[in-house]
């Protein structure tokens, strides 16, 4: 039976005068936490609640009917509820919304809904084309959904050399002795409902543009009628005496996974030599002459794309084996995509530099640009490149594209954990950083989306909204 009139209870939340365009009202009604928004004379309202990890969306930062989340910059549109930047998979959930008599009544129904799965078409009998999506990221599995929702009834074949469906990897260094089940982006019945095959502990070998087909480690291959290559990066390795010993830790994977105690930063050193007894590291070199003591060694320098099973392929790669793509994620070969950590792309907030950036929100956001071109549908990337970490419980905001500035501003106080970063390229705000101030970042990076520009005089305005926080 689907919901009936009284499961719904319809409850007046404010007065119409109480919001002015381009505010936003937190309210419950039946239990559900929702934001009421006005935007040219018009009441929406949609779910409080990030549908990434629940951040309280009224702390976020609003821009027309568009709210982004304070925490990582995920972005929904206030009307339909939609998720139109990431991280996260899933859409906002919508009320209904009636002004009468001054008084703003929002409805809501009995059953508490925190996020809304955006409707997904599945395989159609018969259709023999196939999409084929190299790694098991969040690039591969948004590509994969956007084509769902956007109606492709072709075969959708994900391949991924680990062990496990497509996991929430950010979780990795951050929530230790979690679950497997717990982390993984999407169920096995949720893939398998909509269509969705993952090939797992698969790895591929080679690329044959020609004959559009791929060849794995263990001997087979498979055809495919578009590609989307979205391997990532691995970690790189220490090249310094002792590096190979074995308990020196790469983190690239759910079973790398250890518990971080006792942090102690040693800066602007690097390391020397790796020194051990039968095979185990018992102690660090630094170059100035420092030794520490060491159990495990957990190496954390950076990245290198997973591109080498390119080698011999027409597929083209820059000077350090990133696939370079276009603005549509598109590489020099037909029918050939590329998106996430392996990609070199063009980022439009930095007059189409080209870059490779490995954040997660970008990964889908590629993923979810590919798909769209992959049916024709004709779409540039302009997502504004949005990072968070989080180091002895603090989280850190950091949003635009910082390379190359020429000048750091503070806001607020560095010494007191309090603060918000400009990174100026001459008179430009190219980058932002902060730590409690949120959701300043946020507001910069939406000032960003639309393609404005903060300068100087912005910046050192004591008015300016975006920098204060919440």
């Known amino acids: 039976m689907g919901p009936t009139q009284c499961d719904e209870v319809t409850e007046v939340v404010c007065l119409e005068s109480d919001l002015q365009d381009g505010q936003m009202k937190e309210v419950e009604v039946n239990h559900h936490k929702i934001v009421l928004v006005r935007n040219e004379g018009k009441f929406s309202a949609v779910g409080g609640l990030c549908t990434h990890y629940g951040a309280p969306l009224i702390k976020g930062a609003l821009v027309g009917n568009r709210v982004r989340c304070p925490w990582h910059g995920a972005c929904f549109n206030t009307t339909t509820g939609d998720i139109e930047e990431y991280p996260g998979l899933d859409s906002l959930p919508t009320y209904k919304v009636k002004v009468e008599d001054g008084k703003v009544y929002v409805t809501a129904g009995k059953q508490t809904l925190t996020k809304r799965v955006k409707e997904m078409s599945c395989r159609v009998p018969g259709v023999c084309h196939t999409v084929l999506l190299i790694g098991g990221g969040p690039a591969s599995l948004q590509c994969a959904e956007t084509l769902r929702q956007n109606n492709y009834g072709g075969r959708i074949i994900i391949v991924t050399k680990d062990e496990q469906l497509p996991l929430d990897k950010t979780k990795l260094s951050k929530a230790m002795n979690i679950e497997v089940e717990k982390i993984l982006l999407r169920p096995s019945d949720f893939l398998q409902q909509h269509g969705i095959e993952v090939l797992k502990e698969k790895e591929v070998v080679s690329v044959n543009t020609e004959a559009k087909t791929v060849a794995f480690n263990d001997g087979t291959s498979q055809h495919y009628d578009q590609l989307l290559i979205s391997t990532g ?238």
């Open 233 to 470: 990066a691995r970690a790189r390795a220490m090249q310094c005496p002792g590096a190979e010993m074995e308990n020196v830790k790469l983190l690239e994977s759910y079973k790398d996974m250890l518990e971080e105690k006792n942090v102690k930063f040693y800066m602007s050193s690097d390391v020397a030599e790796m020194r051990g007894v039968k095979g185990r590291v018992k102690e660090i070199v630094l170059q100035n002459g420092d030794v520490l003591p060491a159990d495990v060694v957990i190496v954390g320098i950076g990245v290198i794309p997973n591109s080498h099973f390119l080698k011999g392929s027409a597929v083209e790669v820059d000077s350090r084996n990133a696939v370079v793509v276009d603005k549509f994620m598109k590489t020099n070969i037909p029918d050939v995509f590329a998106a996430g950590d392996v990609a070199s792309f063009p980022l439009c907030i930095r007059e189409d530099k080209r870059v490779q950036i490995g954040h997660w929100q970008l990964a889908q956001a590629h993923g979810r640009v590919a798909a769209l071109n992959m049916l024709n549908k004709q779409t540039e990337l302009n997502s504004v490149p949005f990072f968070w970490t989080v180091l002895l419980g603090k989280s850190i905001r950091y949003t635009g594209y910082g390379e190359g500035y020429t000048d750091i501003v503070f806001k607020g106080n560095v010494d007191e954990r309090k603060f918000l970063a400009f990174y100026m390229k001459g008179d430009d705000v190219v980058a932002a950083a902060s730590l409690n101030f949120d959701p300043a970042v946020a507001k910069v990076a939406e000032i960003m989306a639309t393609g404005k520009k903060i300068t100087k005089s912005q910046r050192q305005s004591n008015s300016t909204s975006f920098i204060q926080n919440n």
